[in-house]
């Protein structure tokens, strides 16, 4: 498995701990030392040893992707047709939301952040979830390609 795959699993992680953690509801100074908190937590549950470089990763795809909450899930909401954003399982939902805020705000190639996270549905999540996050993600890849906006 490769390194940033590592980072993009324990970031999932992550922001589903940070999910459940109910001061993340809030928009505040907090949220940063709660990333660091979780994170750690995190990586000491998996017992995992990532370098500095990973945890860096880790943490930027976490904090981007509760920088741009508002944009992402308006792109999830727009592409899941026929399906209750709320009814979406929260892993599922972290999921894609780490996956589109790599894929609107880096510029690592959408079809790499595409395979990663259906590897890591596949991995984490249910039977159906890499088929129900890849038609999201590629609906996304193609407005993008075509600049439609939100």
Known sequence: MGLRRESREIAVQTLYALY?????LETS??????????????????DKALSNSQKEFSYFL??????????????????????????????????????????EFTETDSKIIINEAIE???????EKSGKFINGILDAVMHRKDKNDKV
């Open 62 to 103: 976490i904090e981007n992707t509760y920088n741009h909450l508002g944009t992402i899930d308006d792109l999830i909401k727009q592409f899941s047709e026929h399906w209750d954003f709320n009814r979406i399982a929260i892993l599922d939902k972290g999921i894609l939301r780490m996956s589109i805020m790599e894929m």
């Open 20 to 24: 459940l953690t109910p001061e993340c």
């Open 120 to 126: 890591i549905a596949k991995k984490f999540s249910g």
């Open 29 to 46: 100074a907090k949220i940063p030392a709660l990333i660091n908190e979780k994170l750690a937590q995190v990586i000491a549950f998996n």
